[in-house]
């Protein structure tokens, strides 16, 4: 049961940072950027929607649709921070995640 639990986490955090990255920067980021992504967004989401009254429902569906806008936040966040450089300025800085040499 709980293999089934963390392979359904895995799958929904996947989807909701790939569309999520998508809909923010144009292209994804990685397999293990999209999950993690992802899951950070269902964290988010988890929080931020309930107490702004927003409850999509429940299942499968609502939760993809629930990481994906915690996730969209979640990456609108960074690119403010990061002064629009988002993820490709960290990885050019300092060396992370696949940056080109």
Do not use: Q
């Amino acid at each position: 049961m709980a293999g089934e639990g963390l392979l359904t986490m895995l799958v929904v955090g996947f989807i909701a940072g790939w569309l999520a990255s998508h809909l923010v920067r144009g292209a994804g980021l990685g397999i293990v950027g999209d999950v993690l992504v992802g899951i950070l967004g269902a964290i988010i989401g988890g929080f931020l929607l309930p107490r702004l009254g927003i409850i999509i429902g429940y299942g499968m569906i609502a939760g993809i649709i629930n990481a994906t806008i915690g996730a969209v936040v979640l990456l609108l966040i960074i690119r403010l921070v990061s002064g629009g450089r988002g993820w490709g300025g960290w990885r050019r800085r300092w060396g992370g995640w696949g940056g080109r040499w």
